[in-house]
């Protein structure tokens, strides 16, 4: 718990000099193979890169199967976490279920069940007992709060004497039901026009962040910002908004931060963004940090009514980002191109 409290005291957003250039982030990001289904370099394909060949899959990272003649689906998907195992195993893996269940939730699925898979851990070690105890806590805690059923053998282990560099890691698998195929809902915008709402509240954190690691170096730094209870409001938020039939698509915001989830879903349709950060907000951390509790929904203008009336009485956190554009990508006012113009040479 002492390695906790260190980090916790060592790291603070103003020990981080905001950048001068958001270009020189958004270019120094876009070659970051932790974001690849913004970049192709984990396919070793001759394909080159384009829209028609980075992130168009409609589900994002969920899989849809189909499981008999009727049409019943289910989805199923594969997160991973080593941040912070070893001081605070119980909020990381926290973290990586919410993150599991808020993005199949965004795909109309109900979450079910999970397993998980600690890797690289010696358990006859106090360290390492450690991890799994808390890991162990951490997974029955939020499968009671996502009602999600656990396989019998709750944590399965890799044990390793000697694990070297490689840091302890675990692994979930989480499968979710889909019972109505017209709630099914993609990451992907659909028609310029439509508005831009982000769901949750915005903070100043870029803990264990993409943008912390990747553009500025820094590996050692607290978990993201985690309220499990929060993220049960909004992922239920978004249960309810999907069958009132107001959501054109819905993401969560994950790796990469904002900027990231907008060009993700910006992708597939050529499409791009017109959007205004918060003022009250560092920019940096506004578009690159990865606090928890936040979704990106896109609204036809028609439903916007509804869908304030909806989340006003929900009592939800949540604001108008912007609009979906024909292809170009603009921040507070200014221009950053084009969508075609980013995925051609990364």
């Given at each position: 718990m002492s390695e906790l409290i260190q980090v916790e005291n060592a790291f603070t957003i103003d020990s981080i000099p905001e950048p001068e250039s958001l270009e020189d982030v958004i270019y120094s990001l876009m070659v970051n193979p932790n974001l690849s289904s913004i970049n192709y370099f984990n396919d070793f394909s001759e394909i080159n890169i384009s829209p028609d060949s980075i992130g168009d899959s409609d589900t994002d990272e969920s899989g849809l199967f189909d499981i008999d003649a009727e049409g019943n689906k289910i989805a199923m998907s594969t997160h991973a976490v080593h941040h912070h195992l070893q001081n605070n195993p119980q909020k990381a893996i926290e973290i990586l279920i919410s993150r599991a269940a808020r993005k199949m939730i965004c795909a109309g699925a109900q979450p079910i069940a999970i397993s998980a898979f600690l890797y690289h851990i010696n358990f006859a070690d106090p360290k390492g007992q450690f991890i799994a105890s808390g890991a162990k806590k951490g997974l029955e805690n939020a499968a009671v709060k996502f009602d999600l059923k656990i396989s019998e053998k709750k944590i399965r282990f890799d044990h390793f004497s000697e694990?070297?560099?490689?840091?302890?890691?675990?692994?979930?698998?989480?499968?979710?039901?889909?019972?109505?195929?017209?709630?099914?809902?993609?990451?992907?915008?659909?028609?310029?026009?439509?508005?831009?709402?982000?769901?949750?509240?915005?903070?100043?954190?870029?803990?264990?962040?993409?943008?912390?690691?990747?553009?500025?170096?820094?590996?050692?730094?607290?978990?993201?910002?985690?309220?499990?209870?929060?993220?049960?409001?909004?992922?239920?938020?978004?249960?309810?908004?999907?069958?009132?039939?107001?959501?054109?698509?819905?993401?969560?915001?994950?790796?990469?931060?904002?900027?990231?989830?907008?060009?993700?879903?910006?992708?597939p349709n050529e499409l791009g963004f017109d959007v205004t950060t918060a003022a009250e907000t560092r920019m940096d951390s506004f578009l690159f940090g990865e606090a928890m509790g936040r979704i990106l929904v896109e609204v036809h203008p028609d439903k916007e009514d509804d869908f304030v009336d909806a989340l006003t009485e929900m009592k939800v956190p949540f604001f108008t980002l912007g609009h979906v554009t024909k292809g170009e990508l603009r921040i507070d006012d200014r221009s950053y191109g084009f969508i075609d113009k980013m995925t051609v040479g990364v």
């Open positions: 694990h070297g560099p490689v840091a302890p890691t675990i692994i979930i698998s989480m499968i979710g039901l889909i019972e109505n195929k017209a709630n099914i809902t993609t990451h992907s915008f659909k028609h310029k026009g439509n508005i831009i709402f982000m769901i949750g509240r915005t903070t100043d954190d870029i803990g264990s962040s993409e943008y912390l690691e990747f553009f500025h170096g820094i590996t050692d730094s607290p978990l993201p910002q985690f309220n499990i209870d929060n993220e049960i409001r909004i992922q239920q938020a978004i249960k309810k908004l999907n069958k009132m039939n107001l959501l054109e698509s819905a993401s969560p915001v994950g790796k990469g931060g904002l900027f990231f989830t907008l060009l993700r879903a910006a992708i």
